[in-house]
């Protein structure tokens, strides 16, 4: 499940690039992290803020979590160690708070690494570390960046055994593997018990969606069944509903009530 805002008009491009141009000018690294630090406001966006929140799952939700509503714009890569991409409109991702906060994604990031043991090397920078501010390790980012792929070409959410946990399922050693895995452990996906909960809630009321769904098929009430395509954009967890699709032949009640109403596997 992508994230995928609409491209930027010419207007929003020169904008975002006017609020980089003083990152760059900054004499020093340092002074780039500063500025950034110093001059990040998600209203400075203007309609390119509004273009990446009308993009949330759902309508609303952050985009990594699914389930709270996203109403910050995170950094993928943190402007912390890469102030040139604060205002980087490939870098904004719509988050919640707790997603967002040091407890979780925070300023956190780590680069492909072949040679070490996840397949990831951490370079988050530690604020009780001394000495001058350097910029970090090249590489590419051990997030997965939902703007480029589908998370779910990678892990899978294990429904059939009732865990409600992810999994990842990409071929060890790969670059997608490593990112799963990076992502699901730094944002805490499996062990935020509230978080699996509410997965477990959604699974439990997708069903009952689906039941309305298929009541309204057999009745052929057109105007019932409209009604509920639209209520399914108002549903949290919309991974559950992705999940439910993709695993219906191990998943027997839900393959029974698709098998009645198979137009929704399109919706």
Not at 46 to 69: F, K, M, W
Not at 152 to 172: C, H, T
Not at 196 to 205: E, F, K, S
Request: hydrophobic share 40%.
């Amino acid at each position: 499940m992508t994230f995928a805002p609409r491209a930027l008009t010419a207007a929003e491009e020169v904008l975002l690039s006017s609020l980089t141009k003083p990152l760059v000018e900054a004499e020093t690294y340092a002074d780039q992290v500063a500025r950034a630090a110093a001059t990040w406001r998600a209203d400075k966006l203007g309609t390119a803020r509004t273009a990446a929140y009308e993009a949330r799952p759902r309508g609303d939700r952050c985009v990594y979590c699914q389930d709270n509503e996203g109403r910050e714009l995170d950094h993928l890569r943190p402007k912390a160690l890469y102030p040139l991409l604060t205002f980087a409109w490939t870098n904004l991702i719509p988050a919640c708070s707790i997603c967002g906060g040091a407890d979780h994604k925070g300023a956190k990031d780590a680069v492909l690494d072949a040679s070490s043991p996840n397949g990831w090397k951490e370079i988050t920078r530690r604020s009780s570390v001394g000495g001058p501010v350097a910029p970090p390790s090249v590489g590419p980012t051990a997030w997965w960046n939902p703007r480029l792929g589908d998370p779910l070409r990678a892990m899978k959410l294990d429904i059939v055994d009732d865990s409600f946990l992810f999994e990842v399922i990409a071929e060890p050693g790969t670059s997608d593997h490593a990112r799963m895995e990076w992502t699901i452990n730094t944002l805490r996906l499996n062990r935020r018990q509230s978080l699996v909960r509410q997965r477990r809630i959604a699974y439990g009321v997708f069903l009952d969606w689906l039941g309305a769904v298929v009541e309204g098929a057999e009745a052929g009430n057109a105007a019932r069944l409209a009604q509920l395509r639209g209520n399914l954009r108002d549903h949290n967890q919309p991974v559950v509903w992705a999940e439910m699709k993709r695993q219906r032949t191990d998943l027997p009640d839900v393959s029974l009530l698709l098998s009645k109403a198979p137009a929704v596997l399109n919706w």
